[in-house]
């Protein structure tokens, strides 16, 4: 199903399939597209990945991109707010 959808979720070089298929599952719900920057810890194919998702994935609008340089280039016009663990300074 293609849409323009309001909110993008990006994730950097995942590295677990049931996690990516959990964020997926979750922007079907919200209407989102997920962006998965390459290196991938998985096949985008593999099995786990679909079944954390699962019958959820087909409905999935996503795209995989080979670097952080590449995904800029593609989303649209955005404002982003980033998440990460391993941060050295806390902005809470």
Known sequence: MKYDPLLHIVLYQPEIP???GSVGRTCVAAGAKLWLVRP???RVDDY????AGLDYW???????????????ARLPQHRPWM????AEVSYT
């Open 18 to 20: 049931y996690n990516t």
């Open 40 to 42: 991938l810890g998985f």
């Open 48 to 51: 786990y990945l679909r079944r």
């Open 58 to 72: 087909e409905h999935l609008e996503w795209e995989v991109v080979d670097d952080w340089v590449a995904l800029l």
């Open 83 to 86: 998440f990460t663990k391993t």
